[in-house]
C-alpha cells in the first residue's frame, strides 16, 4: 500500500538514500552560488504564483536542517502513510550538523508545489548556528551574509517569518542561550517584531513552559498571542527515522508535528511580507559602528602618541632653551610617532569575494577592516555612503581609498631634532618662530587641534549609537553595549554629562541576564575563542 501510496511522487527528481520504512530520497535539486551565499532550488519558479519566505535563526544543534526538510515534505504534500521522505539539505544529523556548518547563509526554495496543501512556493533561508566552538567572529559573519545576501540584486528584500530556532526541552536561560537570542534578534529592524516565532524541536507535545519562560525572561521582541505569551509552534521532526520499531511512538510523534506545521503554516498564511529596508539600515548602522569605534580608538591611540611627543618636545625645549638658542645644531632626542603599512593575516582571495582592509591613503587609517566580503572595490564598501567614507578622519572620498590585506600601524621611534626641524614640523613661518616662547604656543594650540579632533570624532559615534536605538529592534543588543564603556568613559573626560547619562541609561537597561549573555562572549575570548563586533 505505501508503494502504491508514494507513487505520486514518482515524477520527482531524486536519488535513493535509503530503502525501508520509510524510503529517504534526497532531492535532486539546482545549486548556484551567488557571491557568499548559496542557493538551492527545487522544482521551477512560476513568477504569477505566491511566495512565502522564512527565515530560521537559533543555536547549533537544535535541528534545524531536519526542520528544513520537514518544511519541504508538508509543502509537498507527504503523509505519514506514503511511507517516504524527502531531504533537500544534504545531511541531517544532528551530531554531524555543526561540523558540517559553514559560514555560507543557504536560501532554499521549493517551486512546482502550489495545488498541494500550500497555495504558494517556499524560500527557506538557513543560517549558520549562532554560539558554535568557533567563536564571536562567526557569529559576526552571519550578519555580514545575511546583509549580502539582502542587498544582492538576486537575493532577498522581503521575509514573512523569522523563526527562532532552540529546543522545546531547554529549561532555563543560561549564558549561551541568553547571546544566541540577543544576537538573532539584533539583526531586524523593529518593524520585523510581529514576523518574529519561536520553533520549538524535540519537542514531546507537552506544553513547553520552560523553553517560554527562557524567552520571556530574555525579553525578547517578537509576536505575542492574545495571552501575551511568544507565538510558538512544536515540532518533533521523526519522520525520516525508521519505523520497523516503536512505530505507535513515532505516530504519537509525527502527530506533533503535523499539528505543529498546520499551526505554522496558518500564521504564514495570514502573514504579510515585510520589506527589508530598515533591517538592511540596521546591519548596515551596526558595521558603521564597528568601523567607527574602532577606527576611533586608533585615533585615540595616535592621540595621545602625539601628545605625549608634543609634552616630550615640550620639556626638551624648556630644559635646553639656551643652548638650543646658542648652538643651532643642537639637538633632543623624542619619540616621534608616525604609520606604516603592513600585512595581515585573514585577507582571503577567493573567485567570489574579497576580504580585506579598506584604507584611506590620505588619512593614513584603517577604515574597514576586515572589510566587507562581497565588496571586491571600496566604492562598495558598508561604510562609504553617497560617495564618501563615513568612518575616516577627512571623510575622504572613495577614490582616495584602497581595500588590501594591509593595515596601517601606529608605531614610534627615537629621533634626533633640532629647533628649526621642530619649527618646521609643526608649520609656523619663520617670523613666528624667533623665539622659544612662540613654538611652545604653537605645540599648545596643536594639542587643542588634537583635542578638538578627537571630540569631534566621540560625537559621530555617539550618533550611531542613538541611530541604532532608535530603527534597531533588539534596543539593548549586547553587541552595542560592548562599546559603551569605552565611550562613557572618554565623553567623562570631554566632561559631556548629558550624554555620559543618556550611555549610562543604556548601559543600566542591561538587566541580569543580558549581563549575563554580555559575560559569555568575553568568555569566549579568554577560552582563545576569536571576538569580532
Not at 520537514?70 to 506514503?82: I, K, P, Q, R, S
Not at 544566541?180 to 514531546?204: C, P, Q, R, W, Y
Request: glycine share 6%; net charge neutral.
Amino acid at each position: 500500500m505505501a508503494l502504491s501510496k508514494s507513487s505520486g511522487f514518482d515524477h520527482i527528481s531524486k536519488r535513493l538514500i535509503r530503502s525501508g520504512s520509510p524510503t529517504v530520497y534526497q532531492l535532486n535539486t539546482k545549486k548556484e552560488n551567488i557571491g557568499t551565499l548559496t542557493r538551492i532550488t527545487f522544482g521551477k519558479k512560476d513568477p504569477n504564483k505566491e511566495n512565502k519566505t522564512i527565515l530560521l535563526v537559533g543555536e547549533t544543534k537544535t535541528g534545524k536542517s531536519t526542520l528544513i526538510n520537514t518544511f519541504v515534505n508538508y509543502a509537498m504534500g507527504v503523509e505519514w502513510e506514503d511511507d517516504v521522505w524527502f531531504n533537500i539539505v544534504e545531511k541531517v544529523d544532528e551530531e554531524s550538523e555543526s561540523e558540517t556548518e559553514t559560514s555560507d547563509v543557504i536560501v532554499y526554495e521549493i517551486f512546482g508545489f502550489e495545488d498541494k496543501p500550500l497555495p504558494y512556493s517556499l524560500t527557506i533561508i538557513d543560517t549558520p548556528g549562532y554560539g558554535n566552538t568557533r567563536g564571536t567572529e562567526q557569529d559576526h559573519i552571519i550578519s555580514q551574509r545575511l546583509l549580502d545576501l539582502f542587498r544582492s540584486e538576486d537575493g532577498v528584500h522581503e521575509i514573512n517569518v523569522v523563526g527562532l530556532v532552540l529546543k522545546a526541552t531547554e529549561n532555563r536561560l543560561n549564558d549561551q542561550l541568553r547571546y544566541i537570542f540577543d544576537s538573532a534578534v539584533s539583526l531586524f529592524g523593529k518593524d520585523m517584531e510581529n514576523k518574529i516565532v519561536a520553533i520549538l524541536t524535540h519537542s514531546t507535545g507537552v506544553s513547553p513552559e520552560n523553553a517560554l519562560t527562557a524567552l520571556k525572561a530574555a525579553n525578547i521582541r517578537c509576536a505575542k498571542d492574545a495571552d501575551k505569551q511568544p507565538v510558538h509552534f512544536l515540532f518533533n521532526n521523526c519522520q525520516q527515522e525508521d519505523r520497523t520499531e516503536g512505530k505507535e511512538v513515532l505516530i504519537q510523534r509525527n502527530k506533533i508535528t503535523k499539528t505543529g506545521w498546520s499551526k505554522f503554516s496558518e500564521f504564514l498564511d495570514q502573514t504579510e511580507p515585510q520589506k527589508l529596508e530598515t533591517t538592511v539600515t540596521v546591519l548596515n548602522e551596526r558595521i558603521r559602528l564597528k568601523a567607527c569605534i574602532q577606527n576611533l580608538q586608533e585615533r585615540v591611540e595616535l592621540i595621545e602618541k602625539q601628545q605625549k611627543e608634543i609634552q616630550q618636545t615640550e620639556e626638551m625645549l624648556k630644559k635646553h632653551e639656551q643652548k638650543m638658542r646658542s648652538n643651532e645644531n643642537f639637538t633632543v632626542e623624542v619619540d616621534e610617532v608616525y604609520k606604516e603599512k603592513q600585512p595581515f593575516k585573514g585577507g582571503m582571495w577567493l573567485v567570489v569575494f574579497y576580504e580585506g582592509a579598506v584604507c584611506c591613503t590620505k588619512c593614513e587609517e584603517n577604515c574597514h577592516y576586515p572589510g566587507c566580503t562581497m565588496a571586491w572595490y571600496p566604492r562598495d564598501c558598508e561604510v562609504m555612503r553617497r560617495g564618501r567614507c563615513t568612518s575616516c578622519r577627512g571623510k575622504c572620498p572613495v577614490s582616495d581609498h584602497v581595500k588590501e590585506e594591509k593595515i596601517y600601524m601606529t608605531k614610534t621611534r627615537k629621533v634626533q631634532q633640532t629647533l628649526q626641524e621642530v619649527k618646521e614640523k609643526y608649520d609656523r613661518s619663520k617670523a613666528d618662530c624667533e623665539k622659544t616662547t612662540s613654538l611652545l604656543e604653537d605645540l599648545e594650540r596643536k594639542k587643542q587641534e588634537l583635542q578638538r579632533d578627537k571630540d569631534q570624532w566621540l560625537e559621530e559615534s555617539f550618533k550611531h549609537v542613538v541611530n541604532l536605538e532608535q530603527i534597531a529592534l533588539n534596543v539593548d543588543s549586547l553587541s552595542t553595549h560592548i562599546y559603551l564603556d569605552f565611550l562613557i568613559k572618554k565623553m567623562k573626560e570631554r566632561g559631556d554629562t548629558e550624554k555620559v547619562q543618556k550611555l549610562e541609561q543604556m548601559k543600566a537597561r542591561l538587566d541580569k541576564g543580558a549581563r549575563a549573555g554580555l559575560q559569555y562572549m568575553f568568555g569566549r575570548v579568554r577560552a582563545g575563542v576569536t571576538f569580532n563586533y
